[in-house]
């Protein structure tokens, strides 16, 4: 017996800037409370097709796993958070704009 589909978003990495990207119902976004959530495993498969049909915008693509928390996904495993939160050097990137909305 298979297990049950868990809600899933479609990720990969913008092509020319090689930010992490979500696929929204209208496009990308580098957040991922924006993300579609796919809960209905056709209906994943057919938006990862899509999905990765966008060469000229996106390499990488695959679904990963999420949770819903107060109506957002969050990631479940930890490498999902990792890319979630942006590169690791604050000098660039999500966690720069993190570390500003700090001070």
């Known amino acids: 017996m298979s297990k049950p589909f868990s809600p899933k978003v479609v990720t990969a990495n913008a092509l020319l800037e090689g930010d992490v990207i979500y ?13 579609e959530v796919l809960t209905d495993e056709a209906h994943a498969d057919l938006r ?18 999420v949770d819903i928390e107060d109506g957002t996904p969050v990631p479940t495993h930890f490498r999902e958070d ?7 050097n604050y000098a660039h990137g999500k966690q720069e704009r993190a570390k500003q909305e700090q001070f």
């Open 23 to 35: 696929l929204t119902e209208a496009g990308w976004s580098r957040d991922l409370k924006d993300a």
């Open 48 to 65: 990862l097709i899509e999905a990765s049909a966008q060469t000229g915008h996106v390499v990488g693509v695959y679904l990963a796993d």
């Open 82 to 88: 990792f890319r979630a939160t942006g590169p690791s």
